[in-house]
Every structure is written in structure tokens, then in C-alpha cells.
T-cell receptor, first 113, second 116 residues
Framework: GQQVMQIPQYQHVQEGEDFTTYCNSSTTLSNIQWYKQRPGGHPVFLIQLVKSGEVKKQKRLTFQFGEAKKNSSLHITATQTTDVGTYFC?????????????FGQGTTLQVKP | GAGVSQSPSNKVTEKGKDVELRCDPI?????LYWYRQSLGQGLEFLIY????????KSGLPSDRFSAERTGGSVSTLTIQRTQQEDSAVYLC??????????????FGPGTRLTVT
């Protein structure tokens, strides 16, 4: 089945440093969603990307969808302690109309104050 | 409005017993999903409902797992003869509809299941 790989698995940064997580697929994706899960919490939707080369920004967060629609990235500028959590990418399965998402393994971000 | 709710929040059960986990989706959401998350791991898809039917049960790990949804609303995930490897957080999510393109999923707080 379709799988995605997220790297890195863990990232420790000093507050104020930038952070990037990557989501890579061997197959072309129709779209991709990103979720954030705080420690002890549940996943919360951040963004959806649909178009090739799409870039969306939410304050300090920048999301990109690759030109070939096989990879995506989330970049956080000047991290804050509130950014701590696990970030999941979740491609939608374009060949199926179930709206089903396959979640990556996630990147866990720790921010040292 | 109210979000997705799940009950119980925690469940401790003995190996071999059956358990039922409940999910109340957001009112009007036709799509409902169950996931399992083991400690420090990603989300494992279990089953998807569109209305009361389950067109995708591909993620159910064994025939000990079953789920139903009634009235296009509440869903119950049942695990029979629980095993220790069933210990995990079971998350439910709902979405306005399950058709393309995927709509954002709203997650409940989860049920933490511990099998002793």
C-alpha cells in the first residue's frame, strides 16, 4: 500500500531556531494534510495542500507541496516552546473516494527554552 | 459547537475480556474513522464509515476487532478476547464527508486501553 516516510523522526532545537520536517512518498500524491499532536493530546488539523508546487503560510509555519507531488515539507521559523509536539503528514488516497488518510510516523519536535 | 467525544477516556481490562469503545462524532459529519496509536507511534488506520456503512475495513488487525455505526452517528469499536498487544490509544475522527477531496478530520480525545 501507499506509504510515506517522514524525516527526521525526532528533532531537538533551541528556542528561536528554525525547524523543518519532510514527508516523502514513492508515488504521486493527490493531496496532503498536516496535523499537529501536542504531548498527551489528539491530532489537530493544520493545513491541506492540493496543487503542485503549492506553498501556504500560517504565521511562522510554511507548508510546501513538491512540484512532482511526491513530497511535502513543514518549516517553522523561530521556534517557540508552544511548537512542541509531533507533526504528522497525511496524504489522501486519490485513487479512492473514501477520504482515507495514511498518516506518516511523525516528527517529534522538542524546543529548549 | 461540541467536538468529537469518546468514552471511556481510560479502560483497564484483563486479557481475554471484551471491551467496547464509543465515539460520538460532530453532528452532521457523515464520515467517521477509527485509528489506533501505540505509545510513541504514528496513527494506524482501522476502519472508515460513510453513514452507517463501512466501505473500508482494511485496517482491522484481526477478526477480534469489529465496529458498527448506527443512525449515521454514534460508533462502537468492539475488541473481543483482548490481548496485551491491543493496549494503545484508540482515536476516533469525523469529517463532513468522506468523498474526494479529503476533508479535514476532527479527532476526539481518544480512549486509552490497557490490557493487563
Amino acid at each position: 500500500g501507499q506509504q510515506v516516510m517522514q524525516i527526521p523522526q525526532y528533532q531537538h532545537v533551541q528556542e528561536g531556531e528554525d525547524f523543518t520536517t519532510y514527508c516523502n512518498s514513492s508515488t504521486t500524491l493527490s493531496n496532503i494534510q498536516w496535523y499537529k499532536q501536542r504531548p498527551g493530546g489528539h491530532p489537530v488539523f493544520l493545513i491541506q495542500l492540493v496543487k503542485s508546487g503549492e506553498v501556504k503560510k500560517q504565521k511562522r509555519l510554511t507548508f510546501q507541496f513538491g512540484e512532482a507531488k511526491k513530497n511535502s515539507s513543514l518549516h517553522i521559523t523561530a521556534t517557540q516552546t508552544t511548537d512542541v509536539g509531533t507533526y504528522f503528514c497525511a496524504p489522501g488516497l486519490g485513487s479512492s473516494n473514501t477520504g482515507k488518510l495514511i498518516f506518516g510516523q511523525g516528527t517529534t519536535l522538542q524546543v529548549k527554552p | 459547537g461540541a467536538g468529537v467525544s469518546q468514552s471511556p477516556s481510560n479502560k483497564v481490562t484483563e486479557k481475554g475480556k471484551d471491551v467496547e469503545l464509543r465515539c460520538d462524532p460532530i453532528s452532521g459529519h457523515t464520515a467517521l474513522y477509527w485509528y489506533r496509536q501505540s505509545l510513541g507511534q504514528g496513527l494506524e488506520f482501522l476502519i472508515y464509515f460513510q453513514g452507517n456503512s463501512a466501505p473500508d475495513k482494511s485496517g482491522l488487525p484481526s477478526d477480534r476487532f469489529s465496529a458498527e455505526r448506527t443512525g449515521g452517528s454514534v460508533s462502537t469499536l468492539t475488541i473481543q478476547r483482548t490481548q496485551q498487544e491491543d493496549s494503545a490509544v484508540y482515536l476516533c475522527a469525523s469529517s463532513p464527508q468522506g468523498l474526494l477531496p479529503p476533508y479535514e478530520q476532527y479527532f476526539g480525545p481518544g480512549t486509552r486501553l490497557t490490557v493487563t
